[in-house]
Antibody, heavy 122, light 110 residues
């Protein structure tokens, strides 16, 4: 079945780096844009970044620009999020999500992973 | 870019209809027909319920409907059921960043 599975979260110290992964299965990963969305404890979702199906177009939320890097490896059906200089406010569940339309950005996300938790604490 | 504004909570009895509003500006909700709605149960990932203002993905009950007027979008749940109790979030394309979510609405079935 269509599935996204995130990994790589954990408890990390402020100032360190982390790379999250999202493994896709059950659909042609290389034809869909994919997103990272995070949700801090007790808060609503916050869109973080999106990468086009071929990696040629990338957009970030202002709050993460310069510290977060989204990338993908279509040969491995995997999406990544590199997070540098981690801060307390980065503590959240990080979800990857598939854009609804093939090839394009549709402005909605129809398949979500279960999330991976990142806790930034000293 | 500020989050879109939603009421913190909405409640209704089984069988009733409720409507959740999502207010933005002409730079997001009012300027584009790219409003989506997501349902989130505790501990679960969001689920897409409505896209492009009023379209339902395959498998979503027709009890869920969406609309927009000016800078405010709305999600209506008709024939309210116990399983509809969840948090609901709107989202919209914006002219500054691609996506912004709403503040969220907790729906309680009385």
């Amino acid at each position: 079945q269509v599935q996204l599975v995130e990994s790589g979260g954990g408890v990390v110290q402020p100032g360190t780096s982390l790379r999250l992964s999202c493994a896709a299965s059950g659909f042609t990963f290389s034809t869909y844009a994919t997103h990272w969305v995070r949700q801090a404890p007790g808060k609503g979702p916050e869109w973080v970044a999106v990468i086009s199906y071929d990696g040629s177009h990338i957009f970030y939320a202002d709050s993460v620009k310069g510290r977060f890097t989204i990338s993908r490896d279509n040969s491995k059906n995997t999406l990544y999020l590199q997070i540098d200089s981690l801060r307390g406010e980065d503590t959240a569940v990080y979800y990857c999500a598939r854009d609804q339309l093939e090839w394009l950005l549709s402005y909605s996300m129809d398949v979500w992973g279960q999330g991976t938790t990142v806790t930034v604490s000293s | 870019q500020s989050a879109l504004t939603q009421p913190a909570s909405v409640s209704g009895s089984p069988g009733q209809s409720i409507t959740i509003s999502c207010t933005g500006t002409s730079s997001d909700v009012g300027g584009y027909d790219y409003v989506s709605w997501y349902q989130q149960h505790p501990g679960k990932a969001p689920k897409l319920m409505i896209y492009d203002v009023s379209n339902r993905p395959s498998g979503v009950s027709n009890r869920f409907s969406g609309s927009k007027s000016g800078n405010t979008a709305s999600l209506t749940i008709s024939g309210l059921q116990a399983e509809d109790e969840a948090d609901y979030y709107c989202s919209s394309y914006t002219s500054t960043i691609p996506y912004v979510f709403g503040t969220g609405t907790k729906v309680t079935v009385l």
